[in-house]
């Protein structure tokens, strides 16, 4: 596993990570092994999705901690990405980016890539849920 790794992050993950302050994603910010990456697109989907100011208020403050990559569109995806429009421009972004794993929820749309390798230009991308990676960094060095 690479020193440091570089995490684009859903917004189905921010939204759950703010949802509660105690939630156990918040484990992806204080791992001092993980960057978080996201996209503009994703930080406003998880903000949509806030109902109350507490939620909002945890929210930015992981965006805070979070480094923004540009966003993408979903027509720079191989075409073999047959995903909903909603969900091109998560996954262009982190391929873009150089992530080495995109973690979300949505088990529904990127099944079919899950714990994949994805070739990129600097590496690969693994789609992940969130709980493969905590269990993948809970394992020794």
Wanted: charged share 20%.
């Amino acid at each position: 596993m690479p020193e440091i790794l570089r995490v684009f992050v859903d917004a189905n993950i921010l939204f759950s990570a703010a949802y509660q302050a105690d939630h156990e994603f918040l484990q992806f910010w204080a791992e001092p092994r993980v960057v978080c990456l996201t996209s503009f697109y994703a930080a406003d989907e998880a903000r949509r999705n806030c109902m109350s100011d507490a939620q909002r208020t945890r929210l930015e403050a992981l965006l805070e901690q979070t480094h923004f990559v540009s966003d993408a569109t979903g027509s720079t995806l191989p075409a073999q990405f047959r995903l909903p429009p909603k969900d091109q421009p998560i996954l262009a972004a982190a391929l873009q980016a150089g992530a080495d794993y995109l973690i979300t929820g949505d088990k529904k749309h990127f099944a079919e890539w899950m714990g994949k390798p994805i070739p990129t230009q600097v590496g690969a991308l693994t789609i992940l849920r969130p709980r493969q990676l905590l269990q993948l960094l809970a394992r020794p060095s």
